[in-house]
């Protein structure tokens, strides 16, 4: 279990200016050990950002960071040899084979020749790549290029791991596959801090999590927390045809007699519940309304918390 005590990441009041836009406006959160903490965020809520100051790739212009016991920036570089990144483009070298991959990137952790060939089995076996050692990287499928990412990212033994999006582009196959070693990371007593734009990825993933919104955080907690702070217990999905017209009419007029809060979002209703008897009986009388009615989930609480408008 995470202790909290030598926490691996502190971040205090983190602010970061790219030209006059605060793209990071005060952010603080803290992950203990052990723990698997998502940062979620609408594309360019500051995520990407936010990694990259605590990993003192990008200057801060204000704050505290303290990384694997580490200040940062003043002590990046030592700070990075104990921490493993899967960045969110593989950035694998072409030319080198899966071995050779390995190999080059265990040089910037100061790892000999001879160290890494004897933990590359073992890397290979947790990334599901035996027998790949001598094939060139364009031979490799989509997942397994992420997989070796995530080899890679533990050349060096990290006892923390920064992961942006390790599944974006990926098939649910190799998800989960993912998803299975990432649990396994943390089985092992690692730390893991990833972004995800998948909430059910943060959902299983995740001990905590943190919603970040136009270079704030807006919502922290556990996922179950944060499904009882922010929303209704239970949701009805309403669409199809009400009186000649769609369901938006249906929401306008008859959602608020059943419903704590309705949105509506193209062609369906949201319609968040604490009790759905009644707005389930009112839609067996309603032959043009069709529903799907389930618990509610985290993409529920991301949408309250951040909105339904399209973000480029
Ligand atoms: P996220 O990872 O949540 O999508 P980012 O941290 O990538 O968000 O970006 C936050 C904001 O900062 C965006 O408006 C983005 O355009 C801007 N930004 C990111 N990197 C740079 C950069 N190197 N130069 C200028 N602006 C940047």
């Known amino acids: ?3 909290g005590g030598d ?24 992950i203990a050990r052990g723990e698997c903490f998502a940062l979620l965020g609408p594309n360019g809520a500051g995520k990407t950002t936010t990694l990259r100051c605590c990993l003192g790739l990008a200057g801060a212009a204000s704050g505290h960071i303290s990384l694997c016991g580490f200040e940062v920036p003043a002590a990046a570089r030592a700070a990075r040899m104990r921490v493993g990144v899967v ?4 950035n694998l070298d072409p030319d080198f084979t899966v071995a050779e991959n390995l190999l080059v990137f265990g040089r910037y952790f100061g790892l000999s020749a001879a160290e890494v060939r004897a933990r590359t089995p073992a890397l290979l076996e947790f990334a599901g790549l ?34 942006d999006e390790p599944t974006t582009g990926l098939d649910p196959q190799a998800r989960h596959l993912i998803w299975d070693r990432l649990k396994r990371l943390v089985q092992q007593g690692r730390t893991l801090l990833l972004t995800t734009h998948f ?47 769609g369901v938006s009419a249906w929401a306008e007029q008859r959602a608020g007699a059943f419903a704590a809060r309705a949105e509506v979002s193209g062609e369906t209703a949201f319609c968040y519940v604490n009790d759905a008897r009644p707005l389930l009986a009112h839609l067996a009388g309603e032959p043009g309304l069709r529903y799907l009615h389930r618990p509610a989930n985290l993409e529920d609480v991301f949408l309250k918390l951040t909105g339904r408008e399209l973000r480029d």
């Open 199 to 245: 909430m059910d990825e943060a959902e299983r993933l995740a001990d905590r999590l943190a919603v970040m919104d136009h270079g704030r955080i807006i919502g922290e907690g556990s996922p179950r927390a944060m499904i009882a702070q922010h929303v209704e217990a239970q949701v009805v999905e309403v669409y199809g045809e009400w009186n000649g017209s």
């Open 1 to 3: 279990m995470p202790d």
């Open 7 to 30: 926490a691996p990441l502190v971040v205090a009041d983190l602010k970061k200016r790219y030209g006059r836009q605060e793209v990071v406006r005060g952010v603080s959160f803290r």
């Open 130 to 163: 035996e027998g790949k050692a001598a094939a060139p990287i364009q031979s490799l499928s989509g997942g397994m290029k992420r997989r070796l990412t995530l080899a890679r990212a533990l050349v060096n033994d990290p006892e923390f791991l920064v992961l």
């Open 87 to 90: 960045p969110q483009m593989d």
